[in-house]
């Protein structure tokens, strides 16, 4: 038996290469490249969660507060062709916003009146352009849907130096890009009054031989308007008095106020011999005269009386001095 032993021979150990880990951004992508319709419908999540919101709160309210920070302003308004139901109405206005947005607000129905108290009529107001200054002309046939609200307002147009209209609607509104929204819209213009006709005087009266019509006294009456508005007020009856006592009745025709001072010539029908007679009674012969309309048929248009424009004049009583001899001077100068 051979004592020689097997050769061994030593093999070394063959290491295996190390893996390359992937970077950040590969396994970024590949995760992405993996599940990129689950983000997908997250963002779409988010952003409904973030915009509609916005869209369906945040805009309707932000319109809405840029509606009632918004300034309303009346230009001019002529009051013409008046029926004891209706009159044409022609009024610039203007509105005054500081928003920065510019939305359109679409034509729409709006309720006017005095403010604190019944509208008395529907304005239809013209498709605008909400910019800052932007002018609205409304042009049209008013009908009355109260006429004794509007008699409340021609009095308050009447006694006060200024006064409220109210402008009450829903309009539809819509920024560009964004849906159509429905919006309130409820302000107050203040208004210059007439001021009690404040600044009122008769001058030139003399008496004149009696007229067809019964009159037998003219001259001439100023009357300052310092509002807005131009009213036509008709053919005007006004009572004349004096210390309570009746003693004529005076006649304006065709009288359109208009803002400024308007001159017009007066006729009256006047008890000359309870004048006369009251020459004794004041110093000087000076007369306080009370000059005020009656309730029912102070202003007649066209044949028919106007209750609300005959109550403004009744519930105004003017005063003038009229001196009586010259009144009875003028009238022996002239004949």
């Known amino acids: 038996m051979s004592n020689d032993k097997p050769e061994v021979t030593e093999v070394g150990m063959v290491t295996s290469p190390t893996a390359t880990k992937p970077s950040f951004k590969t396994r970024v992508a590949a995760h992405f490249k993996k599940w990129w319709w689950a983000h997908l419908i997250a963002f779409i999540v988010v952003v409904l969660v973030v915009a509609l919101p916005v869209v369906y709160v945040g805009y309707p309210n932000i319109a809405q507060g840029d509606i009632n920070d918004s300034k309303l302003e009346v230009k001019s308004m002529t009051i013409s062709e008046p029926t004891p139901n209706s009159f044409h109405v022609n009024q610039e206005q203007v509105i005054w916003t500081d928003s920065m947005y510019h939305p359109t607000i679409y034509s729409f129905n709006a309720s006017v009146g005095l403010l604190g108290a019944a509208p008395f ?177 102070s202003s007649v248009y066209d044949g028919q009386a106007l209750p609300y424009f005959s109550r403004a004049l009744a519930s105004n009583k003017l005063r003038v001095d009229l001196n009586i001899t010259e009144v009875v001077g003028s009238s022996a100068g002239s004949s």
């Open 121 to 297: 009529g529907i304005a239809t107001i013209p498709q605008l352009k909400a910019t800052d200054g932007v002018e609205v002309h409304v042009d049209q046939r008013l009908d009355l849907t109260d006429v004794s609200a509007f008699g409340d307002f021609a009095i308050a147009a009447m006694q006060n130096e200024y006064l409220g209209l109210n402008v009450y609607g829903k309009p539809d509104l819509k920024q560009s890009g964004l849906h159509k929204i429905s919006v309130t819209y409820n302000h107050t213009a203040t208004m210059k009054g007439l001021n009690k006709l404040k600044g009122f005087s008769l001058s030139g009266m003399h008496l004149t031989t009696k007229a067809s019509d019964g009159t037998n006294t003219e001259g001439q009456v100023l009357i300052p308007n310092p509002s807005v508005m131009t009213i036509n007020l008709g053919n005007v009856t006004l009572d004349l008095s004096v210390n309570g006592t009746a003693i004529g009745t005076s006649y304006i025709q065709d009288l359109v106020l208009k803002p400024g001072d308007n001159k017009f010539s007066m006729r009256a029908k006047v008890d000359q011999l309870a004048i006369i007679g009251m020459m004794s009674k004041y110093p000087g012969t000076v007369v306080p005269v009370d000059i005020t309309g009656s309730e029912t048929n």
